[in-house]
């Protein structure tokens, strides 16, 4: 069974940029979660999504957006970046919710200049 | 909501048991207890998960007292590749109009040297 994948890997933009990230999760699973990770906050929640509508969230500001797709795909964007948004970005997937097992991908790398 | 608190650094050496310990006091009545370990450049990866008193799988042990308010992930004769950022986790489920989220702690480095 694939894991969970995310694209792109790797994401270079500049201040006051938006961006969009992706992620597919593990065949079966319809929750998708998101997380951002940074050397000084650690890792973070930021949604969660469930049969296309967000269920959980964290305490981040509304320029950070996700949705989810019917095929449980979910992409997240990021609008108006800041030098600060520059962090790893974790997406994870699970049966049913946050209670069940994550299964995570190997993140995106997003640097904002 | 609940949040945790656990050591931000751990040595050890190959073949000892490594005993991390993540607070929790504010942990409500449903919450539940995760521990993740993440390698560098990679996803964190589900190693447990436990409510109450003591749970056992093949590659770790948690141990949660009566009062729910600490646990404790056990890693039994520990490897050089057991090094990694280990993470407690306490989360709820959220009903109704409440929302759940999850909340990591800010992760033990485990170094285990040869």
């Known amino acids: 069974k694939a894991g969970v994948t995310q694209t792109p890997r790797y994401l270079i933009k500049t201040r006051g940029q938006q961006v969009t990230l992706s992620c597919s999760p593990i065949?079966?699973?319809?929750?998708v979660s998101w997380y951002q990770q940074t050397p000084g906050q650690g890792l973070q929640f930021l949604f969660e999504?469930?049969?296309?509508?967000?269920?959980n969230k964290g305490n981040f500001p509304g320029r950070f957006s996700g949705r989810q797709f019917s095929n449980s795909r979910s992409e997240m964007n990021v609008s108006t970046l800041e030098l600060g948004d520059s962090a790893l970005y974790l997406c994870?997937?699970?049966?049913?919710?946050?209670?069940?097992?994550?299964?995570f991908g190997p993140g995106t790398r997003l640097t904002v200049l | 909501l609940a949040k945790t608190t656990q050591p931000i650094s751990m040595d050890s050496y190959e073949g000892q048991e490594v005993n991390i310990t993540c607070s929790h006091n504010?942990?409500?009545?449903?919450?539940?207890i995760t521990w993740y370990q993440q390698f560098p450049s990679q996803g964190p990866r589900f190693i447990i998960q436990?409510?109450?008193t003591k749970v056992t799988n093949e590659v770790a042990s948690l141990f949660i007292p009566a009062d729910r308010k600490s646990s404790t992930l056990s890693l039994p004769r520990v490897s050089l590749s057991d090094t990694a950022v280990y993470y407690c986790?306490?989360?709820?489920?959220?009903?109704?109009?409440?929302?759940?989220?999850?909340?990591f702690g800010r992760g033990t480095q485990l170094t285990v040297w040869p």
């Open positions: 436990g409510y109450k």
């Open positions: 999504y469930f049969s296309e509508t967000q269920r």
């Open positions: 065949s079966g699973h319809r929750s």
């Open positions: 994870a997937s699970s049966l049913e919710g946050l209670a069940n097992e994550q299964f």
């Open positions: 986790l306490v989360g709820d489920k959220g009903r109704g109009s409440t929302l759940g989220r999850l909340y």
């Open positions: 504010n942990i409500a009545t449903n919450d539940y």
